[in-house]
């Protein structure tokens, strides 16, 4: 099966991906990690506000096989969260690059990280 891994973005091993060239950056999770999930029933992220640090946890997923973690690709502040998945988790499914987004944050550091894998690097990963 081939999964949607977009160019521009970069990509935590732990299949979260981050914007690079955009500050704030947004941060969701890959149409891979989305597939391996199944259907999403619940996601648990931080407050506007709140502080984030690069490979750490975050928030939390719950689809109907398991409950996952989140790991921040970034460390800075969560300056938007997208709250519309605490109605609708199944955007997270559906559109894991658009409309599935779950935070942006302000990040304190420099975004394009060694942890961070290219599209080609993440893509082989999960080949």
Known sequence: MSFEVP???RYLESHEWTTVADEPV???VSDFAQDEL???VFVELPSV???VVAGEAFGVVESIKAVSDLY????GEVVAVNEALFDRPE?????PYGDGWLVEVDPT???GDE????AGAYSEQIA
């Not at 955007?91 to 559109?95: A, H, I, S």
């Not at 942890?115 to 290219?118: F, I, N, S």
């Open 26 to 28: 947004r941060v969701g």
């Open 115 to 118: 942890a961070l894998l290219d």
């Open 72 to 75: 921040s690709p970034v460390s």
């Open 49 to 51: 506000g709140d502080e």
């Open 7 to 9: 160019d521009e973005l």
């Open 109 to 111: 550091d420099d975004v």
């Open 38 to 40: 199944g259907d999403v």
């Open 91 to 95: 955007l997270l499914n559906k559109d």
